[in-house]
């Protein structure tokens, strides 16, 4: 028989052979070992079209005289979809072990390294934790926390927790979900209620100030801590102005103004205020935060009261671009070494923790815990001690996971050249250097109830055009609603009750009550108005809380636009905005992702809201950015037109040039919707209304590309108020009235 050339492919590799069909099979396997290292009991050979080649009869029929191919596959492979990603995950899970086995080796490394050049300051660790030790006792002490309490808008904060959970769709939540969603409203609260300090305003003139050096502290300053005082002098009448860095946070709740150190120490008192279990965290490179635990998360949690940041643990050595060292957590039951819940470099920080070893720093940190300790019952002291172990598990298993893909910013609280100087600028000292390696989560948007309010004022609004009523008339309805619904969003959200006193409000509101034009609007409000036996009139809740909470900040921020606009007559006959109200239908129930967004305040779903009070900020959006919109499973819709709103600040962010594009295969394929060039808001919550002429389809995606923004030399950032997406209804009627 003559000589057979083969190609034989293995592992991505191809190997050529010369196979003399007089020896048979088991040669060629042996020939294939020497060349693969598969041995050949665990050779399996596949000629043309994976048919099997198991025999010599097999290979008798591969045709003599071209080049044939074989595939060798050893038998612990397989073909089977579901075996490879298995075997893709055995890889992973290699690789990982590799890493982990670097890393611990690292971490070796770094602690001979420590043990040869760490101080003995044993003394000196336990003295920078000592103050610490005493002051989160303050936090206990109930005149300070009922001056925390009494300082809140609970009914605020409550209201503002449960629309949060409506927006993620959980209106009967549990304890544990209410109780984490009120610690973020505290958050956000706090974040807007406290003065960050770079330097006092004059307190004489209120002008700038320049930093002279430091002065005598009071009796009165001494009484609440602030035995260090800076002195400031005013650049326009020259006057002294002090600043006692109080330590007190009972004076601290009094003046809501300072740094870091104040605003953690505040904020940590307030959380313990309303019974959250609380630490005060201290960074030795200069930070302080809160740390709480969530009975939600079931672990504890970051807090950043200065950023308004949560959950974000290692925002300090990603963003901020910090070398970490010691980060301890203080508390009533003790003292904790939690730098590695913050770090993803801990053999880099062990090279970092000089003051003493390590073996020091554990001694230090558990004779202070056993002393806090000292008062608690054995039954408590087992407690704090089996979570004190489930802490150091969670600790540990977070400490080398896979890379944090999440972008994270550098420092938003203090002056940019304060920051400048502290190096915490991270990533956003360069405006110009986009990061797109990454998209936020995605976002649900419950958001039907304002497709509702729009169509109720679109059918108010066209009784003008339609002149059943004239404009003068329904601009009178219109202010005394406003007035009216003001009033409602002041009262007690679960109670919400309002009496109607017809002779204040004059007709107008007479009118609105009675007017079947006005019902479905109160249906979107989930509102009712009624009787009393009496026969006095008022409104109240006609369904859960929530829904009312939800939409009366959206119909408040819409009447006020009308009534704005209401200038001239024009408005309510030309306006596109107002047509598309009534002949269009507010696409809603969707989903959203974006290029970016700022954490918590500016996330991508708040675009989607109705509220002008929130928008989407994304920080590398100036120069390029995109947010998508995909409709529920199912649905399909041909959009008629689209609506944006500036934001209510910086003109500079407004999106000057983009493209709306859809997509009909759920964002596999891109198609042109609209495209819009040198875009100009003239206004703070102005909105522009935008109505499609290309042939539409039928789509269950949208992309906003947003390519510029108003002023690319003067931010890196891109914000929006509101998106609205408007699906086709009577299309004959809106390109007729246009």
């Not at 963003?319 to 993803?344: E, H, M, P, Q, S």
């Not at 729009?454 to 059943?468: A, E, M, P």
């Amino acid at each position: 028989m003559p000589v057979q050339k083969l190609v034989v492919e293995h592992n991505g590799d191809e190997h050529s052979v010369e196979y003399d069909t007089n020896y048979g099979i088991e040669v060629l396997r042996y020939q294939l070992y020497s060349l693969t290292l598969v041995p050949p009991e665990n050779q399996t050979l596949f000629g043309d079209r994976s048919v099997p080649v198991e025999n010599d009869a097999d290979l008798i029929h591969i045709s003599v005289g071209g080049v044939n191919k074989l595939k060798l596959v050893e038998k612990t492979e397989t073909t089977d979809p579901s075996t490879k990603a298995s075997l893709e995950e055995i890889t992973a899970l290699e690789k990982a072990d590799e890493e982990f086995a670097r890393l611990l080796q690292a971490e070796e490394d770094a602690l001979a390294f420590q043990q040869q050049f760490a101080g003995q300051g044993k003394e000196e660790f336990e003295r920078r934790l000592r103050p610490y030790v005493d002051k989160v006792l303050l936090y206990e002490d109930p005149v300070r926390q009922e001056a925390a309490r009494k300082s809140v808008p609970m009914d605020e904060l409550e209201e503002k927790a449960a629309i949060a959970l409506a927006k993620e769709g959980k209106f009967k939540s549990d304890k544990a979900e209410q109780d984490h969603a009120l610690l973020l409203q505290l958050l956000f609260w706090f974040k807007q209620s406290f003065r960050w300090v770079n330097q006092p305003p004059c307190s004489r003139c209120g002008f700038d100030t320049v930093a002279i050096g430091m002065g005598n502290a009071t009796v009165e300053d001494l009484r609440f801590g602030g035995s260090r005082v800076e002195l400031y002098r005013c650049k326009k009448c020259s006057a002294t102005t002090r600043f006692p860095r109080y330590n007190d946070p009972l004076k601290l709740v009094e003046t809501r103004k300072g740094r870091c150190g104040e605003w953690a120490n505040c904020f940590t008192l307030y959380c313990r205020a309303f019974g959250y279990e609380a630490r005060l965290v201290l960074d030795f490179t200069d930070h302080l935060w809160t740390e709480c635990f969530s009975d939600y998360l079931g672990r504890w949690m970051h807090l950043d009261p200065c950023e308004g940041a949560f959950d974000q643990p290692l925002l300090y050595e990603q963003g901020w671009n910090k070398k970490l060292d010691y980060t301890i957590a203080f508390a009533k039951d003790g003292v904790y070494d939690v730098t590695k819940r913050y770090t993803r470099k801990w053999h880099e920080i062990l090279h970092r923790r000089l003051v003493t070893s390590e073996a020091n720093v554990q001694e230090v940190i558990s004779n202070l815990t056993k002393e806090a300790r000292r008062h608690f019952s054995p039954v408590e002291r087992a407690a704090l001690e089996n979570r004190d172990k489930r802490e150091l598990d969670e600790i540990e298993r977070s400490n080398y996971p896979e890379e944090f893909s999440c972008s994270l910013p550098g420092r938003q609280s203090g002056s940019k050249e304060w920051r400048i100087s502290r190096a915490e600028l991270g990533a956003d000292s360069n405006i110009n250097l986009p990061s797109k390696d990454y998209s936020c989560p995605l976002r649900i948007c419950k958001d039907d109830h304002v497709g509702k309010i729009y169509k109720s004022f679109g059918s108010i609004l066209y009784q003008c055009i339609d002149h059943v009523k004239s404009i003068p008339r329904v601009m009178d309805e219109l202010k005394a609603l406003q007035k009216f619904l003001v009033e409602l969003s002041a009262a007690p959200f679960r109670t919400r009750k309002i009496t109607i006193d017809l002779k204040s409000n004059m007709l107008a509101l007479s009118e609105v009550l009675k007017s079947d034009a006005y019902e479905s609007l109160f249906q979107s409000l989930s509102l009712k108005s009624c009787l009393d036996e009496s026969g006095k009139g008022f409104v109240c809740l006609d369904g859960e809380p929530v829904m009312t909470s939800l939409a009366l900040p959206v119909a408040v921020d819409i009447l006020q636009e009308m009534v704005n606009n209401a200038g001239s007559d024009k408005y309510l006959t030309d306006d596109p905005a107002v047509k598309v109200f009534a002949n269009c239908t507010r696409v809603c129930f969707g989903s959203v992702q974006a290029s970016g967004e700022q954490v918590p305040l500016g996330i991508a779903a708040a675009a989607f809201d109705g509220l002008k009070s929130t928008k989407w900020e994304e920080p590398d959006g100036g120069k390029g950015s995109w947010i998508v919109y995909k409709l529920p499973d199912g649905s399909m819709q041909k959009l008629a037109a689209y609506q944006l709103t500036s934001a209510n600040d910086a003109p500079e962010r407004d999106p000057k040039d983009w493209v709306l594009e859809g997509s009909s295969d759920g964002g596999q394929t891109w198609y042109v919707l609209d495209s819009q060039k040198s875009q100009f808001f003239e206004m703070r919550f102005m909105r522009k209304t935008f109505i499609l002429t290309r042939e539409k389809q039928m789509c269950n995606a949208f992309r906003f590309r947003f390519l510029s923004v108003r002023d690319t030399s003067a931010t890196s950032r891109l914000q929006v108020s509101c998106i609205d997406l408007y699906a086709e209804q009577d299309q004959a009627f809106i390109n007729n009235s246009l």
